[in-house]
């Protein structure tokens, strides 16, 4: 509560119009969610399913530096089995939603963004009940639109409806996310992206697309937010 009070009280002092950004578009894996070991738990088992490559420990550090669609490719998955490999995955993951958490900082940093007057869209590839049920209610309830089961190729579209929906120039909105899709996505639109380093993709991947700036943990995100970080 008392963050919450500090993030609108500064809002208050430097007023709505001067705000940095006024929207800001999560990721959920890798950005909000810890899920990155659940899926490396599942890895095997989806491979011998849907008859893919398996990844081996010493190849997991290589792929972090990969594109997304470098990963699959190496993993020589042909394109049309993604959208069923994507909605096996989801159902798995509804059952078994208790395995994963939030990264720390996380619902303070949803919680304060709101108190500060700052809307929120999430645009995930995962499921929408997969998101909320991880989120939780208090959590979830925080965030105005919600883009899931975004293609793994893209999620320029997503951020699309998410920006005609807002009604705000594209200058107001920032993308915040952990992949290479992430900022690939908010250029094809038009709005800044920034990397977080606590997800999946390794620093130097994401830093050589130049987003606006990587935030090493969630606290640093509210003052960039706002405009008036150190």
Same mark, same amino acid.
């Given at each position: ?31 909000? &969610? ?8 599942? =890895? ?6 849907? %008859? !893919? $490559? +398996? @990844? ?83 959590? &979830? ?8 089961? =975004? ?6 579209? %997503? !951020? $699309? +409806? @998410? ?68």
């Amino acid at each position: 509560m008392a963050r919450g009070r500090a993030a609108a009280d500064a809002v208050a002092a430097i007023g709505v119009k001067r705000l940095r950004y006024q929207l800001v578009i999560l990721d959920f894996d890798g950005t909000l &969610a810890d899920s990155g070991d659940w899926f490396l738990s599942i =890895a095997d088992d989806l491979a011998n399913r849907f %008859r !893919f $490559r +398996r @990844v081996a420990p010493d190849e997991v550090e290589g792929l972090r530096g990969r594109t997304t669609r470098e990963v699959i490719k190496h993993l020589g998955i042909p394109r049309w089995k993604l959208p069923i490999i994507a909605r096996h995955l989801h159902r798995r993951l509804a059952a078994e939603t208790h395995k994963i958490a939030l990264f720390d900082g996380v619902s303070t940093l949803l919680a304060d963004l709101r108190a500060a007057g700052i809307r929120i869209a999430l645009v995930t590839s995962n499921a929408e009940h997969n998101a909320r049920t991880i989120l939780g209610e208090e959590n &979830a309830r925080h965030i105005e639109q919600w883009e899931c089961g =975004a293609s793994l190729f893209g999620k320029a579209p %997503r !951020f $699309r +409806r @998410v920006i005609r929906r807002a009604r705000l120039p594209h200058s107001a909105i920032l993308s915040i996310g952990d992949e290479t899709r992430d900022l690939t996505a908010a250029r094809k639109v038009g709005v800044d992206g920034a990397a977080v380093l606590w997800g999946y993709a390794n620093r130097d991947i994401l830093t050589a697309l130049n987003p606006v700036t990587a935030f090493e943990t969630p606290a640093e995100v509210l003052p960039f937010v706002l405009g008036h970080e150190a």
